[in-house]
């Protein structure tokens, strides 16, 4: 089985050709982060324009790689949320009006999920894991069970993990997005010479919290005046990025005390960090805890996570969409407008 996959979700056009085994004959991956530069940040209206003026030659270009046509193809899987709304209509509309138009069979994918399903890719950790993703968009926990059910444990309450980088980044001028050039500057700076407080939440869960330590951290770059100036800058930046990672694994690791499990999988844009993974991968090695990130290219936005887990949802469970669903799932749309409707009555 061939499956084309389209990811769509916030601002990379992604379309991949995946087989069954979990082999990807083609991934390719468009980014849009030169429109977003000067802005520091996704541009929803931007985006879904964006994707709209480039999905048919990513996709036709993902068909060309993998050596394919469309008829060629056996399913076609999308992203159908969590995302931007805009630019998720873009992929999953166009992936439905391909399903209609070949008579191939649709699988609508969980963002989140496909992220950690990226993990399969290029290797096999056991399950039932407990699988995290670090993203710009949402930090979040989930269980994996054998048959890949997905159960959110934890979620962040405000800032994902990835956004209080990117904003951090933007309070110091440096560019979009800020992972990346934090990932890179922090090599050069002390990461012991600041410290962050920690947040603590008042009730038992497990959830995240990242806006404590960001708006410590937008405090003392206003105290201490820093900037690319600032003999502490390195050392700053160093310092914020690895307390983003120290709570991260502190966090996990709780988790993972109330949820054994026989792996950790560890997802998301921000799984590219070169500390976070040098981090946890000596640390799970320590504990002797079988750790599986995949590799960069499969950490940030791309179709194959997609394809290669809607090729699972239809064969293990026979998961399809009709044309009457949307990139929005019936049950959020529903408790949408009873939200609109209890927030009309007050
Ligand atoms: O998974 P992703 O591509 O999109 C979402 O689903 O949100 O993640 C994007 C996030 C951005 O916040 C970006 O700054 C961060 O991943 N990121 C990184 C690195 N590469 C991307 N963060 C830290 N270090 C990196 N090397
Ligand atoms: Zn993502």
Redesign the pocket.
Same mark, same amino acid.
Do not use: F, M, W, Y
């Given at each position: 089985m061939k499956v084309l996959g389209i990811e769509t $979700?916030?601002d990379?056009t992604s379309a991949a050709v995946v087989a069954e085994d979990n082999r990807v004959l083609s991934n390719v991956v468009l980014s849009q982060d030169e429109y977003f530069k000067p802005f520091f940040g996704v541009v929803p209206e931007i985006a879904s324009r964006r994707h709209l003026e480039v999905i048919q030659q990513v996709v036709q270009q993902a068909l060309e790689r993998a050596g394919l046509s469309l008829q060629e193809v056996d399913l076609i899987a999308a992203t159908q949320k969590p995302g931007l709304i805009g630019s998720l209509l873009v992929g999953f509309t166009y992936a439905k009006a391909l399903s209609f138009s070949t008579g191939k069979p649709l699988v609508p994918v969980d963002?989140l999920h496909a992220?950690i399903y990226a993990a399969f890719l290029e290797n096999n950790p056991p399950l039932p894991a407990v699988g995290v993703v670090v $993203?710009?968009?949402?930090t979040a926990a989930f269980l994996v069970d054998s048959q890949l059910n997905f159960k959110n444990i934890a979620r962040t309450r405000d800032d994902a993990a +990835?956004?209080a980088? !990117?904003k951090i980044a933007k309070a110091l001028n440096l560019g979009y *997005? +800020? +992972? *990346?050039i934090?990932?890179r500057l922090s090599k050069q700076g002390d990461p012991d010479r600041f410290s962050f407080p920690f947040p603590k939440l008042k009730d038992a869960s497990l959830d995240f919290s990242f806006s404590g330590i960001k708006a410590a951290a937008v405090r003392m770059i206003e105290k201490l005046g820093i900037n690319k100036e600032h003999p502490d800058f390195y050392n700053f930046i160093a310092s914020f990025q690895k307390s983003i990672v120290e709570y991260l694994l502190r966090r996990v690791e709780e988790i993972l005390q109330r949820y054994p499990s026989r792996s950790l999988i560890l997802a +998301?844009?921000?799984a590219?960090? $070169?500390y976070l993974r040098e981090r946890f991968h000596s640390w799970a090695e320590r504990r002797g805890i079988r750790l599986t990130i995949p590799p960069g290219k499969y950490c940030? !936005?791309n179709a194959a996570m997609v394809a290669a887990l809607g090729a699972q949802l239809y064969k293990l469970k026979g998961i399809t969409a009709s044309l009457w669903d949307t990139a929005f799932s019936r049950t959020e749309a529903s408790k949408g407008v009873k939200q609109f409707l209890s927030g009309a009555r007050h």
């Open positions: $979700s916030c990379e963002h992220h $993203s710009g968009g949402h +990835g956004e980088l !990117d *997005p +800020g +992972g *990346p934090i990932d +998301g844009g921000v590219r960090n $070169s940030t !936005d």
